[in-house]
């Protein structure tokens, strides 16, 4: 029974540690596996949800619903974002990166200046619920199937709607797709608009669970990076794979040695992956099919 | 002398001939005279800016030379910066140790970009994955410093402090007969900044000019070309990485040795953000551009600071923004490339059409 009872603590840890890195990177991966660029605003959009999704909580909205309009808000600041800087800046990747960093850059410091340096946020919801000796969240159970949700989610649309059928089209060889009549600057807005939704989405998700400051992107950004780097350019057979793997290493280092020595342990890791697989699980998953 | 002078002046650097040498003979001379008409604050504050300008100008050879977008430069900065001050409050400044420490501080940094570049490099990653990669690193250890508040974080007789950073090691002291000579941040440190900054800038400018610039502006250019020429590329950008973090350590080390203190901020993701955009702002393609930009816009942020410190971070991502969608190659090579079409025009006495 202890044996158990460990064996679930760990299990409970490591779908923490997955469902984080999934929500994390989700966004930043639709957009990277589209367009080849990194949006280092990624972090700041899922500020923007959480913000988002606090105020209309707090103002008397169901947090569900609360969190929905945090996903819808920050996807339309996405589209927005995406009309005024980005597209003008397809076929540059670094310099989109560069462009994006500002842009966090100015929504972090403009969201202190605004807003002030923190919020008041919303309590954890669902108390908790215990296995053997320990208790655990059952807010975090909810994030779990939130994460499973969203991968299928994504893998439907990508995969059973017309707008997917587009995008994939658009990913494999863009002019062609053009040429086919594919209006595939209306794809990549949407596609952008959707990486920001789902940020605002994990904002929304987090946003009971931590609190609400003008730099809380920047708990995410190094941990959906390194997802999206391990991942690869395909999402689900990338980022899923990876989510699972760094989720582990961190879930095992986190319980030995705490939560730095995770992320120390998550970083290490991807920097040997990298020398091994530059193209990530997704390229070497691809590699062996072809 | 006229030998030298031709390995400074090449296809990877503007400005060329004897009017450029005599502009820049000039602006060194007007540099040396700047402390006799401005008070000793504003000396220091200006030595304050030449520390920063290293790591800027090494950025300027790793992403505009070499086409390899490092964001981390800061993790080498920190690195280096702290190194100095465990190495010097464990030993003290006596018998120019200062300056050993910098040396070490420097090599320390280097070896950690060998190390990390080797990974990266030899690992063939994308230029995207490169600068996240190294974005994370500086992240991560901003989080390790930042956590090592308690009295067991210590090297030696230094504690690193947490949150708080280190502080009161010595300034860069130099031996010298009849008492040693302790560079405060006045006018002493600055001649010695600006003696080191002038040399660095001709270093560098003879290194791009060399066999060893002209390869990494083929590979930057493409990769695959310079590969079937026969070069390796790994060890060409791996060089440059190198070479431009220890570069970023040598700032760290300054700007330890100039406020005689350094926080675990100084690797975080505002700090990481300035290089990038003191070299996307003035030109990343050019060293002249980069020294020039970097020093523009430390002054206008400072200024901005002054006047409102909210702001000046805003105004900074804005430039960057509007730096990247308008003038992608820099507002100082825009600038020099629009006097460079005016000129010859205006020296033909062509009607205006």
Redesign the interface.
């Known amino acids: 029974m202890a044996f158990l009872n460990l064996a679930f603590a760990f299990l409970y840890q490591l779908g923490d540690a997955f469902s984080f890195l999934v929500l994390a990177a989700c966004g930043l991966a639709v957009v ?1 596996g589209m367009m ?3 949006n280092l605003a990624h972090g700041e959009l899922i500020m923007c949800g959480a913000y988002v999704t606090v105020a209309t909580t707090r103002a008397g909205l169901p947090l569900p619903l609360g969190i929905l309009s945090g996903a819808l808000v920050a996807g339309a600041v996405g589209m927005l974002l995406e009309r005024l ?1 980005i597209r ?2 397809y076929g ?4 989109t ?3 994006t ?10 969201t ?2 605004l807003l002030g340096s923190s919020m008041p946020g919303v309590g954890t919801p669902l108390g908790s619920f215990a296995v053997g000796s320990y208790s655990y969240s059952a807010y975090r159970v909810v994030l779990m199937l939130a994460a499973i949700l969203v991968l299928v989610g994504l893998y439907a649309v990508f995969n059973a709607t017309r707008f997917g059928t587009l995008a994939r089209a658009t990913i494999q060889v863009p002019h062609m797709a053009e040429a086919l009549g594919v209006d595939t600057r209306a794809i990549y807005a949407l596609t952008f608009g959707i990486g920001a939704a789902l940020a605002g989405l994990t904002g929304g998700l987090y946003a009971p669970t931590m609190t609400i400051v003008p ?1 809380m992107g ?1 708990t995410f ?2 941990e959906a ?2 997802t ?2 391990v991942g690869g350019a395909d999402i689900f057979l990338g980022t899923a794979p990876a989510a699972l793997v760094l989720g582990a290493v961190r879930a095992l280092l986190t319980s030995w040695q705490g939560q ?1 020595f995770g ?2 342990g998550l ?1 290490v890791t ?3 992956v ?3 697989l ?1 193209s990530g699980i997704s390229g070497l998953i691809l590699r062996e099919r072809a | 002398m006229l030998r030298i002078l031709r390995r400074l002046e090449g296809p990877q650097t503007i400005g060329r001939g004897p009017a450029f040498w005599a502009a820049f003979g000039l602006v060194l001379a007007a540099a040396a005279a700047y402390p006799w008409l401005v008070d000793g604050y504003t000396v220091g504050n200006t030595a304050y800016f030449f520390c920063w300008v290293f790591m800027a100008l090494g950025l300027c050879l790793i992403w505009g030379y070499g086409g390899a977008l490092s964001f981390g430069q800061t993790a080498f900065f920190g690195l280096s910066g702290y190194a100095y001050g465990v190495l010097t409050l464990n030993v003290g400044a006596a018998y120019g140790f200062t300056l050993v420490a910098v040396a070490l501080a420097v090599a320390l940094s280097a070896l950690m970009a060998l190390l990390l570049g080797y990974f990266l490099f030899f690992g063939r990653i994308g230029g995207v994955f490169l600068g996240i990669i190294t974005l994370s690193v500086t992240l991560v250890m901003e989080r390790f410093m930042a956590q090592t508040a308690g009295p067991e974080w210590r090297i030696g007789a230094a504690r690193l402090n947490g949150y708080n950073g280190m502080s009161g090691m010595p300034p860069l002291t130099l031996p010298w007969p009849g008492g040693d000579l302790v560079l405060f941040p006045d006018v002493a440190l600055y001649y010695a900044l600006l003696g080191l900054l002038a040399v660095t800038y001709l270093a560098l400018r003879i290194l791009v000019n060399a066999r060893f610039g002209n390869v990494l502006v083929a590979i930057r250019e493409n990769p695959e070309r310079a590969e079937m020429l026969g070069y390796d590329v790994r060890r060409y950008q791996l060089g440059a990485f190198v070479i431009g973090s220890a570069l970023a350590g040598l700032s760290g080390t300054l700007y330890t040795a100039w406020g005689q203190y350094i926080t675990p901020s100084s690797m975080g993701l505002t700090a990481a953000a300035l290089p990038v955009i003191w070299v996307a702002v003035g030109g990343r393609g050019d060293l002249t551009a980069t020294l020039v930009g970097t020093l523009a816009v430390l002054g206008g942020f400072q200024a901005l600071t002054i006047y409102g410190s909210q702001y000046a971070l805003v105004v900074m991502g804005l430039l960057l923004v509007v730096a990247v969608l308008t003038a992608p190659e820099g507002f100082v090579v825009a600038l020099l490339r629009a006097l460079g079409r005016a000129w010859p025009g205006r020296r033909r006495g062509a009607p205006a059409p």
């Open positions: 990277f080849g660029v990194i800087v003008h800046l540059r990747p670094l310099d990166i560069v462009a960093w500002g842009i966090s850059l100015v929504a972090t410091q403009g202190l200046i730099t920047t950004i190094m990076f390194v999206v780097v730095l992320q120390i970083l991807v920097i040997l990298i020398r091994v530059p």
